[in-house]
C-alpha cells in the first residue's frame, strides 16, 4: 500500500508514537520505581516531543533517501535512520528525565540508555514492519515511469 508522503509521515507517527507511549510507561515504572500515572504522563509529554521531532527529522531522512535515488531501505539505512533519531531525541529527553524524576546527570542518562537500546531496537522493527505495509512513495513514481 502506498500513501502520499504527507499521509504516509503522519500515519508513522501516529502508530510509532501510541506504542512508544505504552511501552515507555512500563519501562520508566521499572526504571523510576515511581507510579503508573507519574510515569504514563512524562510518556505523553515525551511523545510529544518525539512527534514533533519524529515529523522534521523523518522529512530531512526521506529527502536525503530521494536524493540518493534510494528505493529500498538496505540495513545500512536503517541503522543510520535509527541511531540519528535516537540521537537527537536524546538530547531533548535527558533534561526532562532528570527535572521530572529530580535526578542527576548521570543518572538521568543511565535512564536513557536502557531506554534508548530499547528504542533503537524499537524504531528498527517498528520502521522494518511500516515499510514492508506501506512502500516508499518514491519508490512508487519510480516504478511507474
Same mark, same amino acid.
Given at each position: 500500500? +502506498?500513501?502520499? /508522503?504527507?499521509?504516509?509521515?503522519?500515519? =508513522?507517527?501516529?502508530?510509532?508514537?501510541?506504542?512508544?507511549?505504552?511501552?515507555?510507561?512500563?519501562?520508566?515504572?521499572?526504571?523510576?520505581?515511581?507510579?503508573?500515572?507519574?510515569?504514563?504522563?512524562?510518556?505523553?509529554?515525551?511523545?510529544?516531543?518525539?512527534?514533533?521531532?519524529?515529523?522534521?527529522?523523518?522529512?530531512? #531522512?526521506?529527502?536525503?533517501?530521494?536524493?540518493?535515488?534510494?528505493?529500498?531501505?538496505?540495513?545500512?539505512?536503517?541503522?543510520?535512520?535509527?541511531?540519528? !533519531?535516537?540521537?537527537?531525541?536524546?538530547?531533548?529527553?535527558? /533534561?526532562?528525565?532528570?527535572?521530572? =524524576?529530580?535526578?542527576?546527570?548521570?543518572?538521568?542518562?543511565?535512564?536513557?540508555?536502557?531506554?534508548?537500546? !530499547? #528504542?533503537?531496537?524499537? +524504531? !528498527?522493527? !517498528?520502521?522494518?514492519?511500516?515499510?514492508?505495509?506501506?512502500?516508499? /512513495? =518514491?519508490?512508487?513514481?519510480?516504478?511507474?515511469?
Amino acid at each position: 500500500m +502506498t500513501l502520499s /508522503p504527507l499521509k504516509r509521515r503522519i500515519v =508513522y507517527v501516529v502508530a510509532f508514537e501510541l506504542l512508544a507511549i505504552v511501552l515507555s510507561t512500563l519501562i520508566l515504572i521499572k526504571l523510576s520505581h515511581g507510579d503508573a500515572s507519574e510515569s504514563l504522563l512524562l510518556a505523553i509529554i515525551v511523545s510529544l516531543a518525539a512527534v514533533i521531532w519524529n515529523f522534521l527529522y523523518n522529512i530531512a #531522512f526521506e529527502a536525503w533517501e530521494s536524493r540518493r535515488r534510494q528505493t529500498q531501505r538496505t540495513l545500512w539505512t536503517r541503522s543510520i535512520h535509527a541511531v540519528g !533519531f535516537e540521537g537527537g531525541l536524546v538530547v531533548i529527553c535527558l /533534561p526532562l528525565y532528570m527535572i521530572w =524524576y529530580d535526578v542527576s546527570l548521570v543518572q538521568a542518562f543511565m535512564m536513557e540508555v536502557a531506554l534508548l537500546l !530499547f #528504542f533503537l531496537v524499537y +524504531t !528498527f522493527v !517498528f520502521t522494518l514492519i511500516f515499510d514492508k505495509i506501506f512502500t516508499l /512513495p =518514491y519508490a512508487y513514481q519510480s516504478a511507474s515511469l
